[in-house]
């Protein structure tokens, strides 16, 4: 079953953060950047956009499962909260749509 979550981080830095994650992540997957939008398709299936706005990130990632799902979240939440170690922990307020 196709899981879909989307979640809206504020924070200072939302370009500065999702470049560093695609650097971070480029070595493991084709993660890319473009016009404020980062795009990662993990190796096993999962896909996560994030997109900077001017205060903060919006994440929507897509999982074939509830279990992956969570396992993704907190794999997204842990690196964006170590770039942005600042001002982390950083508040994820995820919605999840089965």
């Known amino acids: 079953m196709a899981v879909t979550s989307k979640a809206s981080v504020v924070c200072e830095k939302p370009s500065r953060y999702l470049k ?8 493991r997957m084709p993660a890319s950047w473009e016009d404020s939008v980062a795009t990662f398709p993990f190796p096993d299936g999962p896909r996560a956009t994030m997109a900077a706005r001017n205060d903060g990130i919006d994440i929507t990632l897509l999982t074939d499962d509830q279990e992956k799902d969570e396992v993704m979240r907190g794999v997204i939440e842990r ?11 950083l ?6 749509n089965c």
């Open 20 to 27: 560093q994650l695609v650097s971070h992540w480029r070595h």
């Open 79 to 89: 690196h964006l909260d170590r770039f942005a170690f600042r001002e982390a922990p």
């Open 91 to 96: 508040d994820f307020d995820w919605s999840v």
